[in-house]
């Protein structure tokens, strides 16, 4: 990968004659796209990465719906992230669960950063990796995407507590501290691991520590109830919280969502809170969903926590089924017209867009 990459994409967002015909192919109103496209855009939760790792998925080549008409995957790429008019987004590294040995995962985490980094590099005229808001900013104004990196699953790092040092240069934005597994930092909430909620250990509060001094951010998604709180009872109070893909069981129970004393907890501190994309948990009739279910979660932490504290974080490519009227990441700017529909000012738009996530990291990092 040292070529650089050059991308083929319409590039709707820096052409304002062109947002009638973008608002038309979608079949959404200008006032739509002038909102979606005057406003930062920024998804908390991109799992593209995965699919590189395990079937070489070339993320720097545009793709269609794939076998499976954007169920589970081919969500995202490159050029339609830059179509799509996404400026920002945390792209993660997933830990693979089944993997033995502690040493090993860092090594493979090693490896992975590298791979992730090198394949933003070779997009050099679309594309930078970015570590505050601060960078964000100038990635901007040099036309480019500014990428996050997360780690989905703090045992990518949990040989020790020293482990984290491995992180190069404070790239890692935030660590998801469990998956869809038990490990030693903690309890998932996964319906797949023993019923009995063990929390966080003795190690995952120092490991919450850790992060706090490294001020990486503390994800807990995929967290159990009883390690969510754990979390927050050593987490440092200055520091604002994500959870960065889920849902609310105020609208919709699920073992993956949040209940209205963990959205406050977040909101507490200062943090956002990012819903999923994924129908599972979101709603009935996952097949054949539509995205009001995205925006009735979304509404839902409005009027719990306040709008400062509602953002996205659609998981694609993470095995999710997308609702069919926004299969993939090209149909992003339909979720502003349902936004809009809802009678939301455009300042409640663009804040739930992207607006939110840059005020919390600009809070921990600059």
Same mark, same amino acid.
């Given at each position: 990968?040292?070529?650089?990459?050059?991308?083929?994409?319409?590039?709707?967002?820096?052409?304002?004659?062109?947002?009638?015909?973008?608002? &038309?192919?979608?079949?959404?109103?200008?006032?739509?796209?002038?909102?979606?496209?005057?406003?930062?855009?920024?998804?908390?939760?991109?799992?593209?990465?995965?699919?590189?790792?395990?079937?070489?998925?070339?993320?720097?080549?545009?793709?269609?719906?794939?076998?499976?008409?954007?169920?589970?995957?081919?969500?995202?790429?490159?050029?339609?992230?830059?179509?799509?008019?996404?400026?920002?987004?945390?792209?993660?590294?997933?830990?693979?669960?089944?993997?033995?040995?502690?040493?090993?995962?860092?090594?493979?985490?090693?490896?992975?950063?590298?791979?992730?980094?090198?394949?933003?590099?070779?997009?050099?005229?679309?594309?930078?990796?970015?570590?505050?808001?601060?960078?964000?900013?100038?990635?901007?104004?040099?036309?480019?995407?500014?990428?996050?990196?997360?780690?989905?699953?703090?045992?990518?790092?949990?040989?020790?507590?020293?482990?984290?040092?491995?992180?190069?240069?404070?790239?890692?934005?935030?660590?998801?501290?469990?998956?869809?597994?038990?490990?030693?930092?903690?309890?998932?909430?996964? =319906? &797949?691991?023993?019923?009995?909620?063990?929390?966080?250990?003795?190690?995952?509060?120092?490991?919450?520590?850790?992060?706090?001094?490294?001020?990486?951010?503390?994800?807990?998604?995929?967290?159990?109830?009883?390690?969510?709180?754990?979390?927050?009872?050593?987490?440092?109070?200055?520091?604002?919280?994500?959870?960065?893909?889920?849902?609310?069981?105020?609208?919709? =129970?699920?073992?993956?969502?949040?209940?209205?004393?963990?959205?406050?907890?977040?909101?507490?501190?200062?943090?956002?809170?990012?819903?999923?994309?994924?129908?599972?948990?979101?709603?009935?009739?996952?097949?054949?969903?539509?995205?009001?279910?995205? *925006?009735?979660?979304?509404?839902?932490?409005?009027?719990? *926590?306040?709008?400062?504290?509602?953002?996205?974080?659609?998981?694609?490519?993470?095995?999710?089924?997308?609702?069919?009227?926004?299969?993939?990441?090209?149909?992003?700017?339909?979720?502003?017209?349902?936004?809009?529909?809802?009678?939301? &000012?455009?300042?409640?738009?663009?804040?739930?867009?992207?607006?939110?996530?840059?005020?919390? *990291?600009?809070?921990?990092?600059?």
């Amino acid at each position: 990968m040292s070529a650089a990459t050059a991308l083929r994409y319409t590039d709707y967002r820096s052409d304002p004659s062109s947002w009638g015909a973008w608002a &038309s192919s979608l079949g959404i109103s200008r006032e739509a796209i002038e909102v979606y496209a005057t406003g930062d855009v920024l998804d908390l939760h991109v799992d593209t990465f995965i699919w590189d790792r395990i079937l070489r998925y070339d993320v720097t080549k545009r793709h269609g719906h794939g076998a499976l008409r954007a169920r589970f995957y081919s969500h995202v790429d490159f050029p339609r992230v830059r179509e799509a008019g996404i400026t920002g987004a945390t792209w993660v590294i997933t830990t693979n669960p089944t993997r033995l040995g502690s040493g090993d995962r860092a090594r493979v985490f090693s490896d992975n950063i590298a791979r992730l980094r090198a394949l933003f590099a070779s997009a050099p005229n679309d594309f930078e990796v970015v570590r505050t808001v601060a960078e964000y900013r100038n990635a901007r104004k040099a036309g480019k995407h500014g990428a996050f990196l997360g780690i989905q699953g703090g045992n990518a790092l949990d040989r020790d507590l020293d482990a984290l040092e491995l992180i190069p240069d404070r790239y890692i934005l935030r660590i998801t501290l469990v998956h869809l597994s038990n490990s030693a930092l903690g309890s998932t909430s996964a =319906p &797949s691991f023993p019923t009995r909620d063990e929390g966080l250990t003795a190690f995952g509060r120092d490991y919450v520590k850790r992060l706090n001094e490294k001020k990486i951010f503390v994800d807990l998604a995929h967290i159990s109830r009883r390690g969510f709180w754990d979390a927050v009872g050593v987490h440092d109070k200055s520091q604002p919280l994500l959870v960065t893909h889920t849902g609310v069981s105020g609208v919709y =129970p699920s073992w993956r969502n949040l209940d209205d004393d963990q959205l406050r907890a977040v909101a507490d501190t200062g943090g956002t809170i990012g819903v999923m994309f994924h129908g599972d948990f979101l709603g009935p009739n996952r097949w054949r969903w539509k995205s009001d279910a995205i *925006v009735d979660h979304l509404e839902h932490i409005v009027k719990t *926590v306040g709008e400062d504290h509602a953002s996205i974080g659609s998981d694609w490519d993470g095995a999710i089924i997308t609702p069919r009227d926004m299969p993939t990441c090209l149909e992003l700017p339909i979720l502003a017209q349902k936004m809009l529909d809802r009678g939301w &000012s455009a300042s409640r738009v663009q804040k739930i867009l992207g607006g939110n996530f840059l005020r919390v *990291v600009e809070a921990l990092r600059g």
